[in-house]
């Protein structure tokens, strides 16, 4: 069984940084896309950005330029590297894989979700 294990959110002043990070962990399983969405308070979940097995990106228009994701194919880790943070980013971030499991099967997962605070 494929789990995320998320970690690096918290509380952080406008203008500054945060790094999360989101491990797949288990047995059997090769990673495909990972993600992470958020959801603040009162809205629906939201894409802030996708990484595919080969590297290649999608990011959000609200956080591009601003926000980096990257993984570690290795260790089956995906990051996203959070700067010039401003209130509005305010939310539970939620990392995501698809991938497969060996044999023949595939899975889709979620991270347990980590919160991001921006306030002074």
């Known amino acids: 069984q494929v789990q995320l294990v998320e970690s690096g959110g918290g509380l952080v002043q406008p203008g500054g940084s945060l790094r999360l990070s989101c491990a797949a962990t288990?047995?059997?399983?090769?990673?495909?896309?990972m993600s992470w969405h958020r959801q603040a308070p009162g809205k629906s979940r939201e894409l802030v950005a996708a990484i595919s097995s080969i590297g290649i990106t999608n990011v959000a228009d609200s956080v591009k330029g601003r926000f980096t994701i990257s993984r570690d194919n290795a260790k089956s880790t995906v990051f996203l590297q959070m700067d010039s943070l401003k209130p509005e980013d305010t939310a539970v971030y939620y990392c995501?894989?698809?991938?497969?499991?060996?044999?023949?099967?595939?899975?889709?997962?979620w991270g347990q979700g980590t919160l991001v605070t921006v306030s002074s």
């Open positions: 995501n894989a698809v991938g497969r499991t060996f044999p023949g099967g595939y899975f889709e997962v």
């Open positions: 288990g047995s059997g399983f090769s990673v495909g896309t």
